[in-house]
């Protein structure tokens, strides 16, 4: 049983800066591409950002520059780094990931921007 797990999520002023976290485990064999999408209230999935298991990233146009992706291969886990944060960026962040080729998703985490 594969569980993805996010964290870190909360309530930010716009300009500040948030990181939210996402564990992967459970039986692991090939971990490969992780990434965050996010869902506006009564907006679509969107696609926030992407990185391989070698690094590359891939961004949304509207928060290239301002979030940053990583990940720890050794913890199963990745990160986004948001700052300059919007009121617009306001979402529950999902965290995914494929694994011995099935996507498995997290439950979500809630960051809200405003003053």
């Known amino acids: 049983q594969v569980q993805l797990v996010e964290s870190g999520g909360g309530l930010v002023q716009p300009g500040g800066s948030l990181r939210v976290s996402c564990a992967a485990s459970g039986s692991i064999f090939r971990l490969s591409n992780m990434g965050w999408y996010r869902q506006a209230l009564g907006k679509e999935r969107e696609l926030v950002a992407s990185i391989t298991f070698g690094g590359n990233t891939n961004y949304a146009d509207s928060v290239k520059g301002r979030f940053t992706i990583s990940r720890d291969n050794a913890k199963n886990t990745v990160y986004l780094q948001m700052d300059s944060l919007k009121p617009e960026d306001t979402a529950v962040y999902y965290c995914?990931?494929?694994?011995?080729?099935?996507?498995?998703w997290g439950k979500g985490t809630l960051v809200t921007v405003s003053s």
């Open positions: 995914y990931a494929i694994i011995d080729h099935g996507l498995y």
